[in-house]
């Protein structure tokens, strides 16, 4: 439902009723082919919000070159013969489709549902209603989505970074951090946006790629690169790249003359005032929340927070104030990619355990006709060549090629469409390959990648077998690339065509497997991850083996406090446990570590193992890795030899015991990064900051007259927990940045410690007087996560963390079909990003476990026993670890005791490397046999 | 008691990268699915952006 926003939700958990209101997009879905030639008649042109309005679109558009659904739509507010009645109307006139329909009209919508996710993202500050930037007075001065549009090839300069005022190339680009963030004089927003220091360095590398030679400049407070491998992304900006950081908040930017210069004051690293100049100046504007999103919280009728974010629980990231109504992305705070697509994942776990008991209620599957036989047939070949509008029949004589398609073996029908894919002609195609008795196509078109999903349905939909189509992309190889040359072009087309005719005719029906799914998961580890993982995947009905190699549940928790919001994570650990206990869909294995593992998704076996040799074997379908991580024992700043100076955890047990020695303390120093962000250990542990400046509140809060003095390298209390960070420089805690090359100094000194650090500020060396020195050590990897790695085939990354599959799109899937990872074993984070992490687990091992078999594509790597003698040459090269080597009899008429190889269907991915490894043709990839693909070269030669 | 007469199906509001994989997941579990955006398209703030960090793949 496009151009549809929620304007009532009444009713509960179970059962909501939504009113939808839908805009009329005054184009007909149905009918538009999304050829654009209403766009290039439409005579208004408006700023396009696509691109951030560094270009312009018209008032009938399409929203973006990729856009889902692609139909164009017409904007009420600019189009001509909207606001004047017989006016314009030229979109109509040459829409061949007839889609343009000017009486569109608002529809609204009554919509039943069970649950309600509210995913409605953010907007970017605009920096125009504080003047001080010059945003929309200077035009050299853009933000970082705008920036973002002039880097990319779809924007408006096609990646050519020119400046706004006079299209000159740039030579020198200031980024200025904050824009909108940190910031409550300006913007009222206090809190951190998460995303704009990664961003920035980002643009900086990228536009340093784009214009060599080009200087760029990031000013900021602290830099926020807390994510998984951003520390190193950071270090090879500052090394590599030669992006310049400098340490200071910008707070105006002036114009040089009229030359569209810029000037930007700002004090450098010495302590002195400095003025320089740049030719482009980008804001690194911050994430908030728009208006119409505070407008449908209130509809739904959740609660937020004073940032305007959806108020969670840390416990429960995903569930708003009101029950049956979830969150995922940046409404629930501001965040990346990887996490808003893992909150997604979560915001469908807690709905799936709110809703399990109506689980495939009301899903559908998709009917298709019973599959004609075709195996006895002779080729009856159907050629269906595209003229994509323009964009083929514009450069390839396409009549020409459906004249010669006519002339080749096998073909008995051809014919032409002005947009194959459209839902009509796809109609027509079915009735087509029915009426002219086709039992094989040819669709002259596009690119497989994208299209041949649809037309595989289209042949289902005919009744024949979904392999039996091959497309000849005569657009991407062809018409696009050879624009310039038209004859040449319809030459090649025609030589696709023949290839792809030669190949369809050899190519059989091919059946997809589907492979049984045990429907039971296994979680391993009983941390929080682990506990969350195991609890939701039962609650959602299935039955779940937990397995926690120590003697109790509750992992790290034991140890902690309190969540960044304050939340007790003792007690809620605590309750875990009990309901993990109570619950009995979990079977619980503690004391028990897995020794060996076989299978692949759906079908895993493990055998788990005690201290003293019990063992057990658990099937399983699926499997969510949670082993956690471990606080750095450090070898620093004369721990273990001054007894003074403790860890973090260390601690918080000391306070909490009331022990003498942290009680009494009437000076605390804390170090930041003890172990992290340095060499060999180039990551952020993500919490520390935050723990540390939390610690330091209790601490003043305690006695006000304590000193507390926090030294940090980049203060990192990202999203709201910046509230922390002023809270505790309001109650007079002390923040001294030290760098990387100038670590502070600890010396005992009679009962006290003596920590000596170099100010920044003051520009000499401190001495501060200690009772007790406090370390922030780095969170590292639980080395069990090499054993599971070399079991399960997972991947672990160079600091002994989990590598997922897929650092943005795939946050908690591996590679390895089946298996899942969440909480510190991939990467440390806070309590809550552990939890939404488990429940994205849970959610992407639900989508297979709700399924009694899953089905996978035919093309496969099928051994031929005749020619296969066993050499295993292609076990080497299968990168899925499909192939086994066997011996003994083969069956089926081979020789008895040889050695032959076997092919995992469900491991199998069909890449091929086996095929073209093969000497003996032993083994073949269905649809892409030796066969095919010598008619086809042979085609391609035939001329 | 949770009324489960409409539970078999969920509502997204919002088309952006979180929406689309709450809704794939929610559907590919066995959820009837009714995914509601505000623009004319689904894609939301990441369809914008040219590359993404920290792997600098294309955002598309």
Redesign the interface.
């Known amino acids: ?6 304007v009532a939700i009444s009713g ?5 009723r ?1 009113t ?1 209101k839908e805009h009329p ?1 005054y184009v007909d879905v149905n009918k538009c082919i999304a050829c654009g030639d209403c766009t290039a008649a439409c005579p208004k042109q408006v700023d396009s919000e ?1 691109d ?1 309005a560094t270009g312009r679109r018209k008032a009938i558009y ?3 070159a ?6 164009y ?1 017409i904007d009420a507010d600019s189009c001509i013969r909207l606001k004047k009645p017989g006016a314009c109307g030229f979109c109509e006139r040459v829409c061949t489709a007839g889609a343009i329909d000017f009486d569109d009209t608002v529809k609204q919508h009554q ?12 907007e970017a500050f605009d920096p125009s209603t504080a003047g001080v930037w010059g945003y929309g007075r200077y035009p050299n001065v853009i933000t970082s ?1 705008q920036f ?2 002039y ?3 779809s ?1 408006p300069t096609e ?1 050519h970074l020119i400046r706004p005022s006079d299209g000159r190339e740039i030579t020198k680009v200031a980024f200025l951090q904050c824009v909108g963030s940190r910031d409550e004089n300006k913007c009222g927003n206090g809190y951190c946006s998460s995303v704009c220091c ?2 920035a ?2 643009e900086a ?2 536009a340093k790629d784009h214009v060599p030679g080009l200087r760029t400049s990031i000013f900021m407070m602290d830099m926020r690169t807390h ?4 520390d ?2 950071y270090q090879r900006a500052k090394e590599e790249s030669g992006v310049r950081f400098v340490r200071c908040r910008v707070h105006g930017v002036e114009p040089e003359g009229d030359s569209g210069d810029l000037r930007i004051h700002y004090i450098n690293e010495q302590g002195r005032q400095v003025e320089e100049y740049f030719d482009l100046v980008v804001l690194s504007v911050g994430l908030q929340i728009p208006g ?1 999103v505070k407008k ?1 919280s209130e509809i739904a009728g959740v609660k937020l927070t004073s940032d305007n974010f959806a108020a969670t629980s840390d416990f429960t990231p995903v569930s708003t104030s009101k029950e049956g109504i979830f969150t ?4 629930a705070g501001p965040k990346d ?1 990887p996490q ?2 893992l ?3 979560a ?3 807690a ?2 355990d ?2 399990a ?8 599957e998709k009917a298709y006709p019973e599959e004609r036989e075709v195996g006895g047939e002779d080729p009856r070949i159907g050629i269906f060549v595209c003229h994509c509008g323009s964009n083929i029949a514009g450069v390839v004589d396409v009549e020409a090629v459906a004249d010669y398609a006519q002339s080749l073996p096998g073909v008995v029908h051809v014919e032409r469409n002005l947009f194959s894919c459209a839902q009509d002609t796809q109609d027509q195609m079915v009735q087509t390959i029915r009426d002219k008795g086709l039992n094989r196509v040819v669709v002259a078109a596009c690119t497989p990648r994208t299209h041949e999903p649809l037309f595989r349905e289209t042949l289902k939909s005919a009744g024949l077998n979904e392999y039996l189509v091959e497309m000849a992309n005569i657009r991407n190889q062809n018409s696009w690339v050879h624009a310039d040359d038209k004859k040449m072009a319809t030459a090649k087309a025609k030589d696709l065509v023949r290839m792809g005719a030669a190949k369809v005719a050899r190519q059989i029906s091919l059946q997809p497997i589907s492979v049984p799914i045990t429907q039971k998961g296994l979680v391993v580890g009983g941390g929080i991850a682990g506990m969350t993982a195991a609890l939701n995947l039962a609650d959602q009905g299935f039955e779940v083996h937990l397995v926690e190699k120590t003697s109790g549940l509750g992992g790290n928790a034991r140890y902690l406090g309190h969540t960044w919001s304050g939340e007790a994570i003792g007690d809620r650990a605590r309750r875990m446990v009990d309901k993990v206990a109570g619950n009995e869909n979990i079977n619980l294995h503690t004391g028990f570590e897995v020794t060996t593992a076989e299978g692949f998704v759906g079908n895993f076996r493990t055998t788990i193992a005690t201290r003293d040799g019990l063992t057990k074997t658990i099937e399983h379908g699926v499997g969510v890795v949670a082993i956690g991580g471990k606080a750095l024992r450090p070898r620093e700043y004369g721990y273990d030899r001054i007894p003074s100076v403790v860890t973090a955890l260390e601690f918080d047990r000391l306070f909490k015991l009331k022990e003498q020695h942290a009680l009494g303390a009437k000076s605390v120093v804390f170090i930041q990064c003890v172990g992290s962000r340095e060499e060999g250990r180039m990551y952020c542990s993500k919490v520390c900051c935050t723990h540390s400046v939390q610690s330091a509140i209790e601490l003043k809060q305690e006695d006000p007259g304590r000193m507390v003095y926090i030294l940090y390298r980049d203060m990192r209390t990202y999203g709201q927990r910046e509230a922390l960070f002023k809270k505790a420089r309001e109650l007079g805690i002390i923040f001294i940045n030290y760098d990387l090359h100038g670590k502070p100094v600890v010396s005992e000194n009679g009962k006290q410690v003596t920590v000596e650090v170099w100010d920044h500020v003051l520009h000499r060396p401190l001495q501060i007087d200690a009772d007790m020195v406090v370390l922030a050590t780095a969170i590292v990897a639980n080395p069990d996560a090499e054993k599971l790695n070399r079991l399960y085939k997972l991947s672990v990354d160079g600091d002994g963390f989990f590598q997922e599959a897929h ?2 799109l795939r946050p908690v899937d591996f590679a390895t079909d089946g298996m899942f990872v969440a909480g510190l074993a991939h990467y440390p984070k806070p309590v809550e990003e552990s939890v939404a992490q488990a429940l994205a687990a849970s ?2 091992a ?2 297979l476990l ?2 009694s078999q899953v089905s996978l594509d035919a093309v496969k790597a099928e051994p031929n026993l005749e020619y296969c003698d066993g050499c295993a040459l292609c076990i080497d090269v299968c990168p899925y670890h499909a192939i086994t080597l066997v011996e003994g009899s083969a069956g089926g008429g081979a020789p008895a005791e040889k050695k032959y190889i076997s092919v995992n269907k469900a491991q199998c991915k069909g890449c091929g490397l086996c095929q073209g490894t093969c000497p003996k043709r032993g083994v073949a990839v269905q649809g892409f046999t030796m066969e095919q693909i010598s008619a086809q070269i042979e085609a391609a030669l035939a001329v | 008691m949770l009324d489960t007469r409409n539970a078999g199906s969920v509502m997204i509001v919002g088309g952006g990268i979180t929406g689309m994989q709450a809704a794939l997941d929610l559907a590919d579990s066995g959820y009837y699915v009714y995914l509601v955006e505000r623009s004319g398209a689904i894609g939301g703030a990441m369809a914008q952006l040219d590359k993404t960090f920290p792997t600098n793949d294309c955002s598309m």
């Open positions: 439902m496009t151009l549809s926003e929620v509960e958990a179970g059962n909501f939504v939808v997009r696509y951030a399409v929203k973006y990729q856009a889902v659904p692609l139909k739509q919509v039943e549902v069970g649950a309600v996710v509210l995913a409605p993202g953010f989505l973002e549009r880097l990319s090839a924007g990646g990664m961003y360095i980002k590398v990228m994510g998984k491998d951003f190193r992304y119409h449908l995922c992305g940046a409404f990619i808003s697509v909150e997604g994942s915001a469908a776990a709905v799936a709110c809703l008991p109506a689980r495939g209620e009301l899903a559908r650092a943005k959610a992407r639900a989508t709700s399924r």
